[in-house]
């Protein structure tokens, strides 16, 4: 269980499905603890895990690390708070990164590429 997080914010957001926190990887988790003590304040998630049918709602892929427990996108107020993430999420060794207008995407899929960061 994560020092820093409650477990209802890695609820799937459609409010239905009732997966959570126990379908997160302990991997992922760890190093979300570690981020926050870097950070010095609040990660506030978005987005974690979440069930097929909420995924498509939010128009994510087929594939989304989502669905497995291996993501999680961070809310980004402004542009010092995402290079502090970014900072951040790369000393903990995160290898996929999606940088969005208000958001940081955070993954950890042993299934997908390393090295990569892409842009919404």
């Known amino acids: 269980m994560p020092r820093w997080f409650k477990p209802s914010e890695f609820v799937c957001r459609?409010?239905?499905?009732?997966?959570?926190?126990?379908r997160m990887d302990p991997d992922l988790l760890a190093r979300l603890d570690r981020m926050r003590d870097l950070v010095g304040g609040p990660l506030a998630l978005t987005s974690a895990?979440?069930?097929a049918a909420h995924n498509a709602a939010?128009?994510?892929?087929?594939t989304s690390s989502h669905l497995v427990g291996h993501a999680v996108d961070i809310a980004v107020p402004g542009v010092a708070q995402r290079y502090n993430l970014l900072s951040a999420a790369l000393s903990q060794g995160f290898q996929r990164i999606g940088i969005g207008?208000?958001?940081?995407?955070l993954d950890n899929d042993p299934a997908k590429p390393r090295g990569v960061v892409w842009l919404y």
Do not use: T
């Not at 939010?58 to 087929?62: C, F, I, R, Y």
């Not at 207008?101 to 995407?105: A, L, S, T, V």
């Open 58 to 62: 939010v128009g994510g892929s087929p």
């Open 101 to 105: 207008k208000d958001f940081i995407h």
């Open 14 to 22: 459609c409010g239905k499905c009732g997966l959570g926190i126990e």
């Open 49 to 51: 895990i979440r069930c």
